[in-house]
């Protein structure tokens, strides 16, 4: 990092989050209120924040910044609000409602329920167009396209006031030609509108993947440019160098033009950088096999990385709409500080996913909230700071949050609060876990071969139970821990994604070489894209994955390898890695069995220079910092004891604490269980150890004591 | 119902690890299931049982599928009684012995810890084929139950640990497309595996004595609330009949009835159905159950999870032995998960409907579908499957909302998927034309039913036999409290088959040829409407017309409400409000 600043800024649902890295390894965070009606206003709030409390102009800061990077919720919110763009879809006739024939399926959990509505249709019926043509399996050609009826589809889209046009035909991928010769009759017809062609968007095989994909992404394009443009003028007029980066849910940073025209890949980028920041703090020490949770105010974000990468997925379900393009897997529970505890009609005590929100918030609050919620149990157990949170500017009421604890849980299951309180934070936990399964396990990852890592202002009260229920035995948390996505976001580079379809069986020196050709296609590509945006070769790395499974199998793993020439001797080091890869999720492989690949991808990242670490100058032993002692609970039947608390500001590198004890950081609260020790690095970074390394901290602490 | 033996945390720790046990094992189905039935359509089930063996989780899958587990798992446990060992591996589909129809295949897996059976995970699968006479299983022209394909007593698949490669052999043997098979019986097992290494680790953490209390105190609550819900309803007698359409066996149509007596909180449910016909749309006890059980949660409208303590408090007398749902063998049965079962169901949700007129929602749209088979050139392989995709029916109207449009049919309640049309043609040499929603098919009402789904189909290049089974090609879903439809023949299901520019419409199940350059287009039902169709909102109406799911027409017909400019879509609200006077 050259310049004096690099600046990150992270919208989310309540706060937005501003990152500011010097060159010296300063790092600040700074937060103010989302304005989800007009996003820029937030961004300019937030830079009259700094110079208010920095004393540092947006014009310092933009024209001395070597990047600006903006994780932005615009194209979350219309999907969240379906207030997207008016747009048409031009369909291979008899293929107009696959969009909304969605399958034949209801989701999971609704089966019976009478008032559990359908999907909200971004295109409805009427403004979707088939017109003959047809492509079939093997690519051939079974019937012509009829411009007449693109040109009819696009008369109609006109009449109608249509801003955005999908095109996608059955089996486009193989024979892209029809799809673009519509494209450009809608362009020609139609100059004004935003166009997305399914086969150029997602070209991989899966009709209604691609369909669905080609829709959320036509559906957002003029919503993101509108922003794109409003957001690159702003920091244009304020001297930037460079033009503004926004992070994708692929995990990288891309241009501006990019997610216009790839709006798709914006949608859910916010905890997407998690992964990113887990591994630079986990770099010191060499781990790469990190789980990433973040607990908010109402969901809890999880995310993966194995042997330095993250988790990606393909062919989901976002907000009920299929969406095939790669994004970085993010499971998320609606489990936060908000979520209320509630007795079901069976007659059990669940958490969530009702959530207080931030109104009327928590029962603490006393804002009205009459629920209790995760937070309150968090008081009830002493691990929150009755004085309140966020440096005392947000004080808790303890009896408030008792009242509602007995009301609506302890007194209905003739319980103490104590132990009620202990029962909502152990039931919050297991959701989580059960929901850190859905990362780990059904990845076929063994979570205990982790280390977890914090992120979020409510998670740290939370992270040692976490762990404990896991079998993990080392926790991360850094000082930054409340902003980490945001500060993620700035040390993340550039990324796009290139796909092509095979269908192939994994024999032969013709697959081979076809596979080699189109690896290499692809990735000539991105050299050129990046090369256009100024990266130099020995920036550029490439990534490569291949969804393969057995003949006869419909649903692909991902097996990702490293790039190599591919070869007919090379092809059985890929499907060694298949066999391997299925055993590890199902348990077991059939190695006799034919494999062929169906769709390929090549990741090509950018590389940019990292701001400098953190630092924390050295300490001279936990107790400097004790602030005195707290009853807690630890225990089921919801006994208290007294524990130490510890002020993190006071705490130096090196300086070490054995729980049971709390430690207060300005943004968030960190609970050490019994059984766990905490070592503040000099990099910022708490490193929680549980067991028998606990008791050599013991050990080595009363060593230094004496 | 406050007797707590159990830490009521523990109980909701529990609880969510069966949960999460249960879908692991349903995931493990999907992605690695060979045969397009299964892993395209999710036409599979899988279940959790404690050693009683009682149902302690039923999963949020096919509900045809798992009412008869429950009486399927205690014939294969009693089958067995005192020869169950750690390591054994059970595998059945005879309805002797509480199956469904042969076609769907269970696997019993029995778990033991510290040398005692403490539970069963279990899993049931359609498999695209049984052998017998035709491909699929599905054969019209069945007799009897030998007809068919292939009965599986309960027979030992591994015997303590040691697989029984020659009964595995025997049965490959005698199915068609053996590969796609064998990749079914392995996902099953991987499937009930998953389950297995989830409940040891349970019984590891908590200890099996805390597990199994918590495991009774769950289907206590479960059976405490369904008994809630029937107390509600007020005490008596309630009956619901319901039409069986002759679809092609000759014998005429045929009434289903359901008699349901409520007193206090407990339910008794009487079945009366004609005498077992040889045809395959008889349907023996066990899978009976599946369809009484889905008209009662029709009514009960529970969210998950579910167990067998829900039933406790509900007994069913299924009606003499050796009558069409109490079929007896050598009764011919393969139709018999959606036909007799969905029109079982509407009897028992016809029965609630009255008992309890506030909850009522409308039928669904029945199974009207086909299977495929022929000759794959590009493998130079045979090739068979159910083809979900060709029955997706309209879903119901509810209380406070239109149905969802192409969500059934009835009997998998929305839990099946119909799989992507590139995958289906990658998988199979077809091609197809069609796969969309059907104008004017949504039964009418103040809410509609959900639009049925037509799917058309051309063989690539070799020669198709397709197999027709079902019904719902003459009598429409049923609506609720007062809807009706006029354009009938719209809203229900056929097949049509084009030759050479002629089309010819089929109502009854049939075996048919396709060639290349033939088409095939199988139509299925609309959902029912819900309330009087003439209080439908004409501005929705409207709507609907200019989305092309009612016509001009039906606007007129269906909803009384007349359009008078059909570009424009102008109302002409004089005539619309005479119509709806009159």
Redesign the interface.
């Known amino acids: 990092m050259q310049n004096q600043y690099r600046l990150g800024i992270d919208a989310g649902g309540t706060f937005t989050d501003f990152i500011l890295a010097d060159r010296d390894g300063g790092v600040r965070i700074f937060k103010v209120l989302s304005t989800p009606q007009d996003p820029t206003l937030a961004i300019r709030n937030g830079l009259k924040l700094i110079e208010d409390e920095a004393g540092i102009t947006a014009r310092q800061i933009v024209s001395n910044a070597d990047l600006c990077i903006n994780g932005t919720t615009v194209g979350l919110n219309a999907l969240i609000t379906h207030n997207g763009a008016k747009t048409g879809l031009i369909a291979t006739a ?5 969009i ?7 989701e ?8 559990y ?2 999907a909200t249709m971004l295109v ?3 403004l979707r167009r088939g017109v003959r043509e ?1 492509v ?2 093997t690519g051939a050609v ?1 019937t012509p396209l009829n411009e007449d009826d693109v040109r009819e589809a696009c008369r109609h889209f006109l009449r109608e006031g249509v801003e955005s046009v999908a095109i996608s035909f ?2 486009s991928v193989l024979h892209p030609e029809h799809e673009l010769r519509a494209a450009e009759i809608v362009r020609e017809m139609m100059p004004d509108v935003r166009l997305t062609v399914g086969s150029q968007l997602y070209p991989q ?5 691609r369909t669905s994909t080609a829709i959320v992404n036509a559906y957002l394009a003029p919503i993101l440019q509108r922003y794109v443009e409003a957001v690159d003028g702003y920091f244009r007029g304020l001297g930037a160098r460079q033009p503004v980066r926004y992070f994708q849910s692929n995990g990288g940073l891309a241009l501006g033009s990019v997610v216009t025209d790839q709006s798709v890949y914006a949608i859910n980028s916010g905890p997407a950088s998690a992964p990113q920041a887990a591994l630079y703090l986990g770099e010191p020490w060499g781990m790469k096999d990190i789980i990433t949770v973040d607990m908010g105010g109402t969901s809890f974000d999880i995310t993966l990385t194995r042997d330095g990468r993250a988790n990606v997925s393909k062919n989901i379900d976002f907000l009920r709409y299929r969406i095939g393009i790669p994004m970085i897997q993010v499971e998320t529970l609606g489990a936060g500080g908000g979520s209320i505890g509630w007795i079901d ?6 958490m969530g996913p009702q959530s207080a929100g931030s109104e009327p918030g928590p029962a603490s609050y006393d804002q009205g909230g009459e629920r209790p919620t995760t937070t309150d149990a968090n008081l009830i157990l002493g691990y929150l700071n009755p004085d309140g949170l966020v440096g005392g500017r947000l004080p808790l009421n303890v009896e408030k949050a008792r009242a509602a604890i007995k009301t609506h849980l302890a007194d209905p ?3 103490s609060v104590e ?1 009620a309180a ?2 909502m934070f ?2 919050v936990n ?2 989580m876990v ?1 929901a850190i ?1 859905r990362v780990s ?2 990845r076929g990852y063994d979570p205990r071969d982790f280390v977890l890592n914090c992120a979020g202002g409510a998670t740290a009260a939370h992270i040692t139970a976490l762990a404990r229920e896991m079998g993990i035995r080392k926790v991360l948390i850094s000082k930054l821990a409340s902003g980490l996505c945001a500060f993620g976001q700035i040390i993340s580079d550039v990324k796009y994604n290139y796909m092509a379809p095979v ?1 192939a069986r994994l024999e032969g020196a013709d697959t081979a070489r076809r596979l080699d050709d189109l690896f290499g296609a692809l990735e000539a590509r991105g050299r050129r894209d990046l090369s256009g945006d100024g990266f130099a070769e020995e920036r550029i790395s490439i990534r490569r994955s291949l969804d393969m499974r ?1 003949v ?4 692909e ?1 991902t097996v990702d390898v490293d790039p190599f020439a591919i070869t007919e001797e090379a092809l059985e080091r890929l499907k060694a890695a298949f066999h391997a890869r299925h055993e590890e ?4 492989c ?1 190695r006799n069995s034919a494999v062929e690949v169906v769709n390929v991808e090549s990741a090509i990242t950018g590389r940019v220079d990292r701001p400098k670490p953190m630092h924390v100058a050295a300490g001279s032993g936990a107790h400097a910092a004790l602030r005195g002692t707290r009853p807690m609970i630890f225990d ?1 039947e919801g006994i208290g004891q007294d524990t130490p608390v510890y002020d993190g500001a006071l705490l130096g590198a090196g300086d070490r604490i054995i729980g049971p004890a709390v430690i207060q950081e300005v943004t968030t609260t960190i609970v050490i269980e019994p059984g766990w020790s905490a070592e503040l690095d000099a990099t910022g970074v708490y490193v929680l150890t549980l067991g028998a390394d606990a008791a050599a901290a013991v050990e080595a602490q009363q060593t230094e004591d004496a | 119902m406050t007797r707590r033996k159990v830490d009521p945390i523990t109980l909701s720790v529990v609880r969510g690890v069966l949960e999460t046990t249960q879908r692991e094992m349903t995931l493990t189905l999907e992605q690695t299931a060979r045969s397009s039935v299964f892993n395209l359509a999710h036409d599979y089930s899988t279940a959790l049982f404690n050693h009683t063996p009682e149902m302690i989780l039923q999963g949020q899958d096919i509900p045809i599928h798992l009412g008869s587990l429950i009486p399927a798992m205690k014939s294969v446990a009693r089958f067995f009684d005192g020869d169950i060992h750690e390591g054994d591996l059970i595998l059945h589909n005879d309805p002797a012995y509480g199956g469904s129809h042969i076609i769907d295949t269970c696997m019993y897996y029995p778990v033991f810890y510290q040398g005692e059976l403490v539970f069963w995970t279990v899993c049931k699968g359609h498999l695209t084929d049984i052998g017998g006479p035709v491909p699929a299983g599905y054969n019209p022209n069945a007799t009897e139950i030998y007809a068919e394909g292939l009965r599986i007593p309960p027979v030992k698949l591994w015997d303590k640990g040691k697989p029984r490669h020659d009964v595995m052999n025997l049965l490959l043997t005698n199915m068609r497309a053996r590969r796609d098979q064998e990749g079914d019986f392995n996902a099953l097992i991987g499937a009930c595996q998953v389950g297995a290494r989830n409940l040891r680790n349970l019984m590891d953490k908590y200890g099996k004595d805390v597990v199994q209390d918590c495991i009774a105190e769950l289907l206590d609550m479960a059976e405490a609330h369904m008994r809630s819900l029937i107390a509600r309803v007020p005490d008596g007698t309630y009956s619901g009949t319901a039409i069986l359409e002759d679809a092609g066996h000759g014998f005429g149509d045929f009434e289903i009835s359901a008699t349901v007596t409520i007193q206090g909180d407990g339910c008794h449910i009487e079945i009366t159905s004609p005498p077992q016909v040889p045809y395959f749309i008889n349907s023996y006890e066990g899978n009976s159950y599946s369809g009484v059980y889905l008209g009662l949660m029709m009514f009960a409208q529970l969210p998950p999870p579910y167990n067998e303590g829900l039933y406790r408090c509900v007994s069913v007398d299924m009606g003499a032995k050796g009558t069409l749902c109490n079929a007896k063998s050598p009764a011919p049965h393969m139709n018999c998960t959606t036909t007799p079962m969905e029109t079982l169901t509407d009897a028992v949700r016809l029965a609630f409907e009255q008992a309890a007129p506030d909850k009522v929602s409308a039928s669904w749209g029945h199974a009207n579908g086909c299977n495929i088979a022929g000759w794959d050139k590009r493998h130079d392989e045979e090739y068979v499957t159910m083809v979900l995709a060709s029955i997706i029916s309209g879903a119901g109207a509810t209380a406070s909302q239109d149905g969802w449009h192409a969500c059934g049919p009835e009997c998998c309640f929305g839990a099946l998927t119909s799989g992507d049309i590139e995958m289906l043609e990658h998988s199979y040499p077809i091609i197809i034309h069609k796969y969309g929603l059907m104008e004017d098919s949504g039964g009418a009402g103040k809410f509609r039913g959900g639009s049925g789904t037509v799917w058309e189909v051309e063989p690539l290049d070799t020669p198709m036999t397709l197999v027709t089974f079902g019904e719902g090609r003459r009598i429409p879903a049923m609506g609720a409290a007062g809807a009706k439809s006029t354009l009938i023949d719209r809203k229900v299901g056929r097949l049509e088959v084009t030759r050479g520019g002629e089309t010819q419409i089929i109502t009854d199940n049939v075996i048919e040829t396709i060639q290349p350059g033939e088409r095939a287009a199988n139509k299925n039902p609309g959902g029912g409407g819900y309330g009087n169709p003439y209080e439908r909102d004409v501005l929705k109406v409207v709507e609907d017309v200019r989305n092309g799911l009612v016509s001009i027409e039906g606007a007129r017909l269906d909803y009384g409400v007349v359009i008078s400019d059909p570009d424009a879509l102008t109302v002409d609200h004089d005539a619309t409000r005479a119509l709806r006077a009159a």
Do not use: F
């Open positions: 008899g293929h107009e409602d696959s909304e024939i969605r399958l034949g399926h209801k999971d959990g609704y089966r019976y329920d009478p008032d509505p359908p409805p019926r009427y047809r079939i399996s079974n059955v089996w095989v899966r009709e209604y993947t009609s069976m007659g059990l005590m669940q299951l003739g319980i132990k202990h029962g152990t039931i297991n959701n059960n399964r396990v059904e269908a057995y006869g199998q419909v649903h793993c999720l199902y348990t077991y059939e089921a």
